[in-house]
Nanobody, 120 residues
Framework: QVQLVESGGGLVQPGGSLRLSCAASGSIFSINAMGWYRQAPGKQRELVATITRGSSTNYADSVKGRFTISRDNAKNTVYLQMNSLKPEDTAVYYC??????????????WGQGTQVTVSS
């Protein structure tokens, strides 16, 4: 019923920048919080950043000052601007959204993931 499609991943050198996008589509009435998580090889998935519908944000300590999360409620889209990237930022990045469907039930959805590799 709802799909989250991520884009913008890729290979970048240390110190570089990337911008991830995640667009939600389907039988959406509204979206509460949206967020980005990441999972590096051999590690558990971890929170990167979240943003409420009213644009209150929360960041992992490891990305504060380097990453910025934002959203466009009209487009049901969340963005992650990543600057000053480090090799330890290498991971698969997943989009997450708390979606209120047209039926008024709320469900948690995940995107398929997009690879970010930071390497020289």
């Amino acid at each position: 019923q709802v799909q989250l499609v991520e884009s913008g991943g890729g290979l970048v050198q240390p110190g570089g920048s990337l911008r991830l996008s995640c667009a939600a589509s389907g039988s959406i009435f509204s979206i509460n919080a949206m967020g980005w998580y990441r999972q590096a090889p051999g590690k558990q998935r971890e929170l990167v950043a979240t943003i409420t519908r009213g644009s209150s944000t929360n960041y992992a300590d490891s990305v504060k000052g380097r990453f910025t999360i934002s959203r466009d409620n009209a487009k049901n889209t969340v963005y992650l601007q990543m600057n000053s990237l480090k090799p330890e930022d290498t991971a698969v990045y997943y989009c997450n959204a708390d979606v209120i469907l047209a039926t008024m039930f709320s469900y948690d959805y995940w995107g398929q993931g997009t690879q970010v590799t930071v390497s020289s």
